[in-house]
């Protein structure tokens, strides 16, 4: 069974900066398109940044010039580098495969609160 495990989130001000962790239980990254999604309170889960295997980013528009995603295949982990966070960046943030995630690889999310 693989599973996504997130890490990384935490309380931070606006303007703040966080890295978020995704690691992998079995090797994957090496043949998956991966993504990073969040789900703020009340609001459909949305992909916000994906990576592909050979590296390309595709940012959603929100987080354009904000947000960074990376991928390390040796170490299966991927990471969402965020800056300069808002109030509207509240949300669980999960990794999943991309753009389509797999229904059964969803972790427990870490939880991100911009607030002042």
């Known amino acids: 069974q693989v599973q996504f495990v997130e890490s990384g989130g935490g309380l931070v001000q606006p303007g703040g900066s966080l890295r978020l962790s995704c690691a992998a239980s079995?090797?994957?990254?090496?043949?998956?398109?991966m993504g990073w999604y969040r789900q703020a309170p009340g609001k459909q889960r949305e992909l916000v940044a994906r990576?592909?295997?050979?590296?390309?980013?595709i940012y959603a528009d929100p987080v354009k010039g904000r947000f960074t995603i990376s991928r390390d295949n040796a170490k299966n982990t991927m990471y969402l580098q965020m800056n300069s966070l808002k109030p509207e960046d509240t949300a669980v943030y999960y990794c999943?495969?991309?753009?389509?995630?797999?229904?059964?690889?969803w972790g427990q999310g870490t939880q991100v609160t911009v607030s002042s």
């Open positions: 990576v592909t295997t050979d590296g390309r980013t």
């Open positions: 999943n495969t991309a753009p389509t995630p797999t229904r059964n690889y």
């Open positions: 079995r090797i994957i990254f090496s043949i998956a398109h």
